[in-house]
């Protein structure tokens, strides 16, 4: 790869033969390993805005969701700043950079994602990992913007600049930069540099945006509960309040959450083992009525409570971007008719007015807090409320209209829902929408894709990552018989359910496993060809505390033996089919 002449020759000798982050981490050798201009097609670097400084001894937070915090672990590596520009664009982003000191550089280029609206804006998410990684401004200051405050420039005008660089590309070019950066930096001669990705939530959508997009860019991505199919995934949360509204019902939150908890404790054994979690929400959608439910009676002290932000289950993490907190009285009654309607309506999904399947919902026994009401304590009635993760996108995304939320529901039918969803799609198809099934160049080029999800997750519904994988086997594999299409697609891309779990992360509501170690699984596969055939997954909380799961990999699903320590991993026909949807309100597949 050629460099910046004489001081690239100098600076490439030095680096070999350094042993220390000082001998490395300055701003010569940092200009010197930059790729020079036109090498890039597009990119120009700006080497005078170069900085570089060694950083000892520090202690790291998350790189992204789904990275690990390593508590108490602390690192040395050298903190670089620069930036680059498009080719006659004369804009101007901002990157950071973190180099491991040499002695602990593992030839890996690591990016983690970010959550929300938000990329990550941590660089040092890799060293962990023995790996260099990055984070950029894409273009819009994402360090101290998140995008949907940069989507409209005003009313009915869309930036495109932000929306495709938060979509995939800055990610993509921060990867295209950094890897011809960091074998100049520690001198690798164009040694092979292992380059990954991991994130969850919106860090899960950008990580599959990296698989589509720039696939031959990264051999190894991990990706948890993506917010992937944009469009749909984002009015989905106005569905519940929607629901309510049409049926002119608002039930108090108290009640919904009688709804879940008593359907947990009602499906839990149907797994084969009683232990709090439903491991196999599809039994319990094909054998299990809600309907029975109704004259329980239910009853909840007063509190302050916070609905769903974005990505985010309510009782996981409160205060998250888009949450809405409220005061809430307390409250006390028997389940309705009413109550057990609007929770069967959005568990069943959202369908047009004759009856079209329009998008897929939360599995049964998902917390319903998009469904929560409102208190108004001047009328002492429960009213609408609709949450901002999908009022805004309604209001900025669809409408055009620089606002955070929906004022109200007026008029809305599921109709309108379905017509915002088509709008979303079309708009947005070859930059949010994240659903291109064909990964041909990633698979092509060796990468290994490690995909979760959540089963109970009360944000991103897991079916929708089901829906992703079939998806791509159908389009990749069309002649192939399932047994064998499934057999070549583990190959290179595996898909895990974890049971009771939340949205990135565990349930409060179900003492279920989560996996830990997904970097040192895919790390492990990518550089040393260890194909995982389950997945661990600790459980962290109750009864079975300590407890490491070998997680089923999809298609298969979990049974236990008559309440022993350990499962099988069968197949299951009517539990698949469950899993599957065909979405006849649109004209086109939506994959």
Not at 189 to 214: A, L
Not at 255 to 261: E, F, G, P, Q, T
Not at 459 to 487: C, F, G, L, N
């Amino acid at each position: 790869m050629r460099r910046h002449c004489c001081a690239a020759a100098a600076g490439f000798a030095s680096v070999a033969s350094a042993a220390s982050l000082a001998d490395v981490c300055t701003v010569s050798n940092v200009q010197a390993s930059l790729p020079a201009n036109g090498t890039l097609l597009g990119i120009n670097m700006l080497p005078s805005t170069v900085s570089a400084t060694a950083v000892y001894n520090a202690s790291l937070g998350m790189g992204g969701m789904g990275a690990s915090s390593n508590s108490g672990v602390t690192y040395n590596y050298c903190n670089v700043s620069l930036s680059m520009t498009h080719t006659g664009k004369g804009d101007i982003v901002s990157i950071m950079l973190a180099f491991p000191e040499p002695s602990n550089f593992k030839n890996r280029w690591y990016l983690a994602g970010g959550g929300g609206f938000s990329l990550s804006s941590d660089a040092t998410g890799g060293l962990a990992y023995g790996a260099a990684s990055g984070a950029t401004s894409a273009g819009y200051d994402a360090f101290n913007y998140s995008y949907d405050e940069k989507v409209l420039y005003g009313n009915g005008s869309i930036n495109w600049d932000a929306t495709y660089a938060f979509a995939y590309v800055a990610l993509g070019e921060l990867t295209k930069i950094g890897k011809p950066i960091t074998q100049a930096f520690y001198g690798m001669n164009d040694s092979k540099i292992y380059t990954y990705f991991e994130g969850c939530s919106d860090g899960g959508r950008e990580g599959m945006s990296q698989v589509q997009q720039w696939g031959q860019e990264y051999d190894g991505v991990v990706a948890g509960a993506p917010a992937f199919r944009f469009a749909q995934q984002q009015v989905l949360h106005v569905y519940p309040a929607t629901v309510e509204t049409v049926m002119d019902y608002f039930p108090v939150p108290c009640a919904l959450d009688k709804i879940v908890n008593a359907t947990i404790t009602a499906c839990d054994p149907l797994d084969g083992r009683t232990d709090g979690v439903i491991s196999r929400t599809d039994l319990c959608k094909l054998n299990f009525n809600l309907s029975t439910l109704i004259g329980e009676s239910y009853a909840c002290a007063a509190k302050t409570s916070s609905s769903l932000g974005f990505g985010f289950s309510k009782r996981q993490m409160g205060g998250a971007q888009g949450s809405q907190t409220s005061s809430q009285p307390a409250q006390n009654g028997t389940l309705t008719a009413e109550d057990i309607a609007v929770a069967q309506s959005v568990y069943d999904g959202l369908h047009t007015s004759d009856g079209k399947r329009a998008y897929l919902s939360w599995q049964i026994g998902s917390d319903l807090g998009d469904a929560d009401t409102t208190y108004n304590n001047n009328t002492g009635h429960w009213e609408l409320n609709i949450p901002s993760t999908g009022g805004e996108y309604v209001t900025k995304f669809i409408q055009l209209l620089d606002i955070d939320n929906l004022p109200n529901l007026d008029n809305v039918t599921y109709d309108t829902l379905v017509a915002w969803m088509n709008v979303g799609m079309f708009r947005y198809l070859d930059s949010l929408q994240t659903t291109v099934p064909d990964l041909t160049p990633f698979q092509s080029s060796g990468g290994k894709l490690l995909h979760y999800h959540g089963e109970s997750d009360p944000s991103i519904p897991a079916a929708s990552s089901v829906h992703y994988w079939q998806s791509v086997r159908s389009v990749m594999y069309p002649e192939a018989t399932d047994e064998a299409a499934e057999k070549a697609l583990s190959d290179w891309y595996q898909f895990y359910l974890i049971p009771g779990a939340a949205h990135c992360g565990a349930n409060s509501l179900q003492p279920g496993p989560y996996p830990q170690d997904n970097m040192d699984t895919i790390i492990n596969w990518v550089e040393n060809g260890v194909k995982p055939s389950r997945l661990n997954a600790t459980v962290s909380t109750g009864d079975f505390s300590g407890e490491v799961q070998q997680l089923c990999q999809w298609p298969t699903r979990p049974l236990w033996s008559r309440n022993s320590s350990t499962f099988d991993c069968v197949s299951d026909t009517a539990s698949i089919e469950s899993w599957t949807y065909t979405f006849d309100a649109f004209k086109v597949p939506v994959y």
